[in-house]
């Protein structure tokens, strides 16, 4: 027997609150945002409104993995910064200051599963976590299929003038480079 439960979650937005009940799709994180559920269990989940929730590590994803131009590390991490709804194809309500790069430690759950099965470029799954990307279907939009190396905001402590991307061609590896070299951009919100 299976027992139903109603789960009311408040959303606290400018001072604003709001109620949504159950079967809405919606889990509170912060500053009211929301992550979404497809209710299948999917770990990348699309919100409809330009953003993909990752249900397994909770991160939410620009779905456009290239609305911009490759950037040094600080042109990204100021752009990345400023991004907001109406932008990107974003429908979100988000506003400067919510978005960020994600950290090393993230890139490294993104694509545990991916580089685990030797997924092929992108060092992705597809929509369910069980497939790899090339095999299945993707809330994602523009991926990069050629030197995909995107910025994290991660810095080594013994080399300051230097960041870690992901290289999505080489499982998903980390690589340790300039921040003057251009690289690709694929904000996030929330997380750890």
Not at 16 to 45: F, I, T
Not at 121 to 146: H, K, R
Request: charged share 10%; proline share 4%; glycine share 10%.
């Amino acid at each position: 027997m299976t027992k139903k439960v109603t789960v009311l979650v408040w959303l606290v937005s400018a001072g604003v609150a709001s109620v949504l009940g159950a079967g809405e799709g919606l889990v509170a994180l912060n500053s009211g945002a929301a992550s979404c559920d497809d209710g299948r269990g999917d770990r990348y989940v699309d919100c409809n409104n330009g953003t993909v929730t990752d249900t397994a590590t909770g991160l939410i994803w620009l779905q456009d993995a290239n609305c911009y131009e490759v950037l040094s590390w600080n042109d990204a991490m100021l752009t990345v910064a400023g991004l907001s709804d109406g932008e990107c194809g974003l429908t979100d309500g988000s506003s400067p200051g919510e978005w960020r790069l994600s950290s090393n430690s993230e890139w490294a759950d993104t694509v545990a599963a991916a580089a685990g099965m030797s997924c092929p470029t992108p060092t992705l799954t597809d929509d369910t976590g069980l497939n790899c990307l090339s095999a299945g279907v993707s809330s994602f939009t523009n991926i990069v299929a050629s030197t995909p190396v995107y910025w994290s905001a991660t810095v080594p402590a013994i080399a300051p003038a230097n960041a870690l991307t992901v290289n999505l061609a080489g499982g998903g590896t980390s690589i340790q480079v300039s921040k003057l070299n251009p690289s690709y951009v694929w904000p996030v919100r929330f997380g750890q």
